[in-house]
């Protein structure tokens, strides 16, 4: 190893960086610190999230804070901050990365039980949203208004996944844990901790 | 500056598979009816199929899923290849599920237990060229143009892009920081584009900020509409479902809580291209809008003057 390098990795805990950059997450270690993300950023203004402050936990290995906390769900993902960073550090998959890392070691509790509810949706229909997750008050008769209106337009009745399909999604569900994860999240049990709000 | 490289590869005439998104098919079908009607008005042959899923797009946002995504959009692809060559999307979240995918298959990892899963379906992942509705747009703008029965009367419109448009690992139409052809096409259509602050921030949606941290959301909501109305606009052009919904539906609440002093109209570009070109504005769901279109509506005139073709001087100075 030369120098630099030797420099570095007795600076900065390369094993949580390096987990934190698969998925092909680029530069994370290249970041200035020179604040261009924090400037621009919607959920900085919006709220305490601080990616800067989040690089650095993550570079200094101070996993359990970085994972545990509210912080790392703040983001809008809108790669506002990519665009601006003269690094371009990809800071939004670097985010999806923290949470995956996070829903790993069993974080993020109410904040994925919300989520989860879109999946549900696709496990059972192969589609995300559906006319129902707007009139929660009356299901059906979302429903039966959306086929209404797609009617007046001259469309075609609501998408249908077809049951071939569906036997494919199927096996991609439970391949990719997403259904054991899913029902984890919708079971009400504790399996997820709640996130922390210190940071 | 409209990048002419990527305009070049844009395939004018298709065909192409129109992706079904879950939210255009089950709360924007204007958009969809919008979508299908200038198609057939320009030609274009297209094709769907139920044997499609969700983007996955959602299972990576919300659950930070890769391979959720990464075999959905393979599948999708798998699909799409017995039907056409080119998938096109009026929605940037179906759009950037696919672009978010190709740079997720750059792992090793994800790739092998991608191809891996994919492979007990008989199936493949094998990338597909996928057209956003927008640069679509742009590409047959004269031959629209050309077909108008209809104009924007000087129409002050603020065009929105939305985050999700902007593909960085490969470059776009247009770059995020000052992006020009939402614009163009809105002065090709007799309306007058509005520049304002906030063009490239984001609607407030978020990807789960919309119902995880509500406030935030609509904090940002506000912050975009009053750059807007402050910029004189008198409706907003978007190439989303998704920045449709929460620029109209947030507006709602903004004005009940006064944090915005009107509500403007949100129309999605598959709508005004429709209207424009002789669609029934009673077909083209502006039932699902919360804020009223009408002020919109009745700035669209009818031409008064036949459209001859273009000048010499014009075809020169045209978006090419
Ligand atoms: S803009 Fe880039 S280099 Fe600057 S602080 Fe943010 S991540 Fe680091
Ligand atoms: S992607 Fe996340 S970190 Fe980047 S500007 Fe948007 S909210 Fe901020």
């Given at each position: 190893m030369d120098r630099v390098s030797v420099l570095l990795a007795n600076k900065w805990k390369w094993s949580l960086l390096d987990e934190a950059k698969r998925?092909?997450?680029?530069?994370?270690?290249?970041?200035?610190?020179?604040g261009a993300c924090v400037g621009s950023c919607p959920a900085a203004r919006t709220s305490s999230y601080n990616f800067r402050k989040i690089i650095r936990d993550v570079m200094l290995g101070n996993e359990e804070k970085v994972l545990s906390s509210?912080?790392?769900?703040?983001?809008?993902?809108?790669?506002y901050c990519t665009s601006k960073c003269p690094s371009m550090v990809e800071i939004p998959y670097f985010i999806m990365r923290l949470r995956r890392m996070a829903m790993e070691r069993g974080y993020g509790g109410g904040i994925l039980r919300v989520l989860a509810l879109t999946s549900s949706n696709l496990l059972k229909h192969g589609v995300s949203v559906l006319p129902s997750d707007y009139d929660k008050m009356n299901p059906t008769g979302a429903e039966e208004a959306m086929v209404k209106l797609r009617k007046k337009l001259g469309l075609p009745p609501v998408m249908k996944v077809s049951e071939k399909a569906l036997g494919e999604l199927k096996t991609i569900f439970e391949e990719t844990g997403f259904e054991g994860e899913v029902g984890k999240l919708l079971?009400?049990?504790?399996y997820f901790k709640e996130v922390s709000e210190k940071y | 500056m409209v990048n002419e490289k990527w305009l070049e590869k844009i395939p004018a005439d298709g065909p192409f598979y129109l992706f079904q998104g879950c939210f255009i098919n089950h709360n924007y079908p204007g958009i969809e009816a919008a979508t299908r009607f200038i198609l057939d008005k320009l030609g274009v042959r297209y094709f769907v199929s139920e044997d499609q899923s969700c983007c996955g797009l959602p299972e990576f946002s919300t659950l930070a899923n890769p391979l959720m995504l990464t075999c959905l959009v393979g599948r999708n692809m798998d699909v799409v290849k017995e039907y056409a060559p080119y998938i096109l999307t009026p929605c940037n979240g179906c759009y950037s599920a696919f672009h978010t995918s190709f740079t997720l298959m750059k792992d090793p990892e994800v790739a092998a237990r991608t191809e891996e899963i994919l492979g007990k379906l008989g199936r493949k992942y094998s990338p597909v060229k996928v057209i956003h509705f927008a640069d679509f747009v742009y590409k047959r703008l004269e031959d629209i143009v050309v077909k108008t029965v209809k104009i924007l009367g000087g129409l002050k419109m603020a065009a929105h892009y939305g985050?999700?448009?902007?593909?960085f690992e490969e470059e776009g139409l247009d770059s995020r920081e000052n992006p020009s052809f939402a614009e163009k096409i809105i002065e090709k259509l007799g309306g007058e584009p509005v520049n304002y602050t906030a063009k490239d921030e984001c609607c407030g949606f978020g990807m789960i900020q919309q119902v995880v941290h509500k406030n935030m959301a609509y904090a940002i909501t506000e912050e975009k509409i009053n750059s807007i109305l402050d910029a004189g606009a008198e409706a907003v052009l978007v190439i989303c479902p998704y920045c449709l919904n929460v620029l109209d539906k947030n507006q709602k609440v903004l004005r009940d809580i006064e944090l915005i002093e009107k509500a403007i109209p949100v129309i999605h570009i598959s709508q005004l291209v429709a209207l424009v070109l002789g669609?029934?504005?009673?077909?083209?769901?502006?039932?699902?809008?919360?804020?009223?279109?009408k002020p919109f509506l009745d700035r669209v005139e009818a031409r008064k003057v036949e459209f001859k073709g273009w000048s010499s001087a014009e075809v020169a100075a045209s978006p090419k």
């Open positions: 998925w092909g997450v680029q530069r994370i270690e290249e970041c200035l610190s020179c509210r912080e790392i769900w703040y983001c809008f993902y809108c790669f079971s009400g049990k504790g | 985050c999700h448009y902007f593909v669609a029934d504005p009673d077909r083209m769901g502006f039932e699902m809008h919360s804020v009223d279109v």
